[in-house]
């Protein structure tokens, strides 16, 4: 008999399917302060006015940064792991890159449906960014549970955490140390066979 | 210069991506009680329960009617219309059916994440329904709208009326003459490379 509320999985992009998008573009450009990621800075106006700020004072236009993103590829294992993935629920991915960086590794992942932010872009130049919404992680997990889904939440960094907690379950993947140990309440794995077992026990208990 | 509102997309499936599940599972089982859709029966919850009904009567198990549901395949042409959004902008499923049901079907459309209902099921009988929210299309393009989303609706049939009037543009696609007619605020077409030219140029005027 089959009863249970029915369940809906998000996860973070970078770090759990993809590498880093801004780390790539530090080591291809050689700019150092590129190299934060919202592991190191919570505060994500910060983070992303003085990414592009550092780029555009560079004079690294656009074009040049697509081009690093379209040579990257997604982490070991994780095409075959969204798609068992996706076969048990339905998956959405939540990121707080933009649309213009993430689509090149979206569509090597099969084109999972992605909520995330926009680059302003002007004349191939990086002009500024847009946040499409303040917390916007958390807010689709709310909105998701507002529409009857219990939800499972899936990242590895400080931008994950309110994700996490307003989750009915979330989950920390190849999460630093430091990020752990400060969430002891989320388990924490770093490969893909124990992060679908983690979630088909968390489906099996609907 | 990009700096217009982010855009998603949800289509219908019975209809727009697929045929109907129930008129298939009709001719297969011989119960013409099945062949109405939402098209004609705009009560969801009369239509659910009248059909699980008429097949629990005729001893009709959830096997038997996977069978049939594995053995449709999409709309011609609907593989690759869905290829080509996803790569425009996030794409969902919003559809009328249960879980059980879709799977089949969004596995060989590239597993866009659906929301949709489920079926209780109980020792291979189908024991009857869960909605899993009232008017889920609706409440689901309002959710994405609260997230700083525009929403392009896409549907064929009355459940999707409620959908499309509230979404920031609603497509009707080989909806009936009936349909069409009584909904002439919304443009309809036929073709795959007419919708996909009616979002684009919805996408163009964010």
């Given amino acids: 008999m089959s009863v249970g509320r029915q369940s809906l999985a998000v996860l973070d992009l970078e770090g759990v399917l993809t590498p880093e998008i801004w780390i790539a573009v530090a080591e291809r450009t050689g700019l150092d302060s590129l190299r934060r990621t919202t592991r190191d800075e919570p ?97 689709a997990v709310e909105a998701f549970q507002s529409l009857n889904y219990r939800v499972v939440a899936v990242g590895d960094s400080y931008n994950d955490v309110t994700m996490l907690t307003q989750a009915d379950a979330g989950v920390l993947f190849r999460a630093s140390a430091k990020v752990a140990s400060e969430h002891p309440q989320f388990p924490s794995c770093d490969a893909y066979r124990d992060l679908l077992a983690i979630i088909d026990e968390w489906i099996a208990a609907a």
Avoid: W
């Avoid at 992303?48 to 550092?54: H, Q, T």
């Avoid at 090149?104 to 926009?118: N, Q």
């Fill in 43 to 139: 505060d994500i106006d910060a983070l992303f006015s003085g990414r592009i700020e550092a780029l555009d004072a560079a004079g690294i236009k656009l074009d040049a940064i697509l081009e690093v993103i379209e040579g990257m590829t997604p982490l070991e294992g994780a095409v075959d792991f969204l798609g068992e993935l996706r076969s048990r629920l339905p998956v959405l991915v939540l990121s707080d890159t933009f649309e213009q960086f993430g689509r090149p590794l979206t569509a090597k992942l099969g084109e999972p449906a992605m909520l995330c932010h926009r680059l302003i872009e002007q004349d191939g130049r990086l002009a500024g960014y847009r946040l499409r919404i303040a917390n916007q992680k958390q807010r």
